[in-house]
């Protein structure tokens, strides 16, 4: 279980936290297990010896300490096949985990089979094993969960469990065997390992790295640009030498609702990434108060530290996800901003009737919600959009769509406002100054030129509650589409450009000491 919670930092950062990803690690892992299982029957029944058992149990650590080697080129071969977001972390999945997972599975049967004196015994044994293997994924479980990956580096967990399954197959293996073990934990850590390979590449200065309870969270400055990646996709930029200019084009369309209700002063953020909107706003509004939901504290602490957020008698930041402070505040908003979407990954429970109605319920009677969601208005890749749209106007039906690029079918961040005043938001439009454009307050062109005319399809996508709600199915054309900011601002993607000679030789090391022992110790399992 720790492996397979481990093995989602690793592929997470190159394919997004999707149920594709999620569900590739656990089908993976099991079909792991159960050829695992299989085979270790198998082999069991073929003059099974404590030596051979840990055997197994040792080649099994020498796999998990090859991972953090393997998984950049298997990660990069993964992407660069052109599987997209759906079938690409199943490939990486296979080539990282599939290999160790199987040698682990081994273990059970062989163990099972050792342990049975008799027949009669076989029930109290296997049930007496698989209790104990239970209790131990629990513990590892959690102990991976609110431990290791709040305090370590995902490579140096990873190399900890693999020496310690390589430490604990010593027990059943000959005193021989202790000085290929020291070897080992030579190799592992010293600075040769510390050279491994990275899984992400950053197009310019690293900054900041961290596994955060959510994601995986960098900080990378291209320039004089200094972006924010959670789980390899841009989130949000900043211009080191003027932190409150928004760098995003859609980032504009966030005054519509000051523009719409312009005698606004309490404002609420769903979500904070580097807080660019935020510090926009308290900067050109001087009269409002911005509060912000961010369920992830540690971007909460990277904004503080890297984007320039600075303590402000004008905003409130609450480390809670948003509909759960919706829910327990009885505060109203002139302004609600919801902008905690991403492409490959949405949380389902800020799209449904029942968190529109929450959200609704907070606004003042003139007040105004602006969601920025990612798709295209026709074809498959509009089918979430469509859907929310459904959703969002059949609980406010004074609504209007705004593009921020001139495409129907190009993905791109469309910007859906709405209001539960019954003044119509096309009259509110026509009447902002086209004078607002040249202090960013306004998108190129002015909010008419953005705003979309056509009609919007819904009888074909289903209105999203919380006992109905296929986001996994709406947004899987958008998976592997194009997307504008990814585009312009890249991508992490994997290398293996800093793999140096080192730690090759590290590698290679490990290997020799493998397969040295590995025919050391099977030359006589004939004779016992």
């Known amino acids: 279980m720790a492996l397979e919670l481990l093995g989602s930092r690793l592929v997470t ?110 029930g109290n044994v296997s049930g007496n094993l698989y209790s104990l293997s239970t209790i131990g994924s629990i513990a590892g479980t959690f102990g991976t969960v609110f431990v290791l990956i709040p305090l370590l580096d995902v490579r140096v967990i990873i190399l900890a469990l693999g020496l310690a399954v390589v430490g604990a197959s010593l027990l059943g293996l000959p005193r021989s065997s202790i000085p290929f073990a020291i070897l080992i934990l030579l190799l592992v850590s010293t600075s040769l390992t510390q050279a491994a390979p990275q899984v992400a590449l950053h197009n310019g200065s690293s900054i900041y790295e961290k596994q955060t309870p959510y994601s995986t969270l960098d900080v990378v ?44 002063t309490q404002v609420l953020f769903v979500g904070g990434g580097g807080f660019s909107g935020q510090k926009f706003f308290l900067a050109t509004y001087p009269r409002i108060h911005v509060d912000v939901a961010e369920v992830d504290p540690d971007v909460i602490d990277t904004a503080m530290k890297y984007f320039a957020v600075s303590p402000n008698p004008r905003l409130t930041i609450f480390n809670e996800d948003g509909r759960l402070y919706l829910s327990e505040t009885s505060k109203t908003y002139d302004v609600i901003i919801l902008d905690a979407y991403a492409k490959s990954y949405v949380p389902f429970h800020l799209l449904t009737q029942e968190f529109i109605k929450l959200v609704a319920s907070h606004l003042n009677p003139n007040g105004v919600v602006v969601s920025n969601l990612i798709g295209s208005l026709d074809g498959s890749k509009s089918n979430l959009f469509r859907a929310e749209y459904r959703t969002a106007t059949d609980v406010l039906n004074n609504s209007a769509v705004f593009e921020t690029i001139y495409s129907t079918s190009t993905v791109q961040n469309l910007l859906l406002a709405a209001t539960p005043s019954r003044t119509p938001l096309s009259a509110s439009i ?36 919380d006992n109905y709600a296929p986001v996994e199915s709406l947004i899987d054309p958008l998976t592997g589409s194009a997307y504008v900011i990814e585009q312009e601002y890249g991508r992490l993607t994997p290398t293996t450009s800093s793999l140096g000679i080192e730690s090759v030789g590290g590698l290679l090391g490990i290997a020799v000491v493998w397969f040295a022992y590995t025919f050391r110790v099977i030359k006589p399992f004939d004779q016992v």
């Open 221 to 264: 400055d291209v320039g004089n640009i200094r972006t924010l990646f959670l789980n390899g996709i841009p989130q949000s930029s900043m211009e080191l030498n003027n932190p409150t200019h928004l760098v995003y084009d859609y980032t504009t369309f966030f005054n519509l609702g000051m523009q719409i209700h312009p005698n606004s």
């Open 13 to 122: 950062p190159i394919f997004g936290s999707s149920i594709w990803t999620w569900g590739s690690l656990i089908g993976v892992v099991l079909a792991g297990l159960a050829a695992g299982y299989r085979f270790g029957g198998w082999l069991a029944d073929r003059s099974p010896t404590p030596r051979k058992f840990s055997m197994i149990v040792f080649i099994g650590g020498i796999l998990i300490l090859l991972v953090p080697f393997i998984a950049p080129y298997a990660l990069s071969f993964s992407q660069y096949a052109g599987l997209g977001d759906e079938y690409g972390p199943l490939l990486g999945t296979v080539l990282i985990l599939l290999l160790p997972t199987f040698v682990l599975g081994m273990t059970s049967p062989y163990a099972i089979k050792l342990s049975s004196q008799t027949l009669s015994s076989v």
């Open 430 to 465: 026509s009447r902002i100054n086209a004078t607002e454009v040249s202090t960013q307050v306004s998108p190129s062109g002015g909010f008419s030129q953005h705003l979309y005319q056509g009609a919007v399809r819904t009888d074909d996508v289903p209105i999203l509650t």
